[in-house]
Nanobody, 125 residues
Framework: QVQLVESGGGLVQAGGSLRLSCAAS????????MGWFRQAPGKERVFVAA???????YSADSVKGRFTISRDNAKSMLYLHMDSLKPEDTAVYYC???????????????????WGKGILVTVSS
């Protein structure tokens, strides 16, 4: 079992920055590939970024160059630093993982066993 709790969301103006955090517990965090996903109003949940146990990362084209995923294994924390935010980044953001996940499976929409409850990010124009 893995428990995931997101924090750090809120309202920000376009062009601003925000850092999301995800606290993980219940399993050896350092062994897990971790990912961020988001769901905009009226749309399906989509992949945002992932980081594997070695620190390798991959981001969706829509956020590449603006969002940075990172992790702190000592603290069992996952982060998403978001810069140059746009109104279209408005969504509920989720962290997720699965013992079998790889960066590739996360980008391909494979279901993950463990999800946080999500946190709302609203970007005003």
């Amino acid at each position: 079992q893995v428990q995931l709790v997101e924090s750090g969301g809120g309202l920000v103006q376009a062009g601003g920055s925000l850092r999301l955090s995800c606290a993980a517990s219940g399993r050896t965090f350092s062994s897990l590939t971790m990912g961020w996903f988001r769901q905009a109003p009226g749309k399906e949940r989509v992949f945002v970024a992932a980081i594997n146990r070695s620190g390798g990362t991959y981001s969706a084209d829509s956020v590449k160059g603006r969002f940075t995923i990172s992790r702190d294994n000592a603290k069992s924390m996952l982060y998403l630093h978001m810069d140059s935010l746009k109104p279209e980044d408005t969504a509920v953001y989720y962290c997720a993982t699965d013992p079998r996940a790889t960066i590739w499976t996360m980008t391909q929409g494979y279901d993950m066993d463990y999800w946080g409850k999500g946190i709302l990010v609203t970007v005003s124009s």
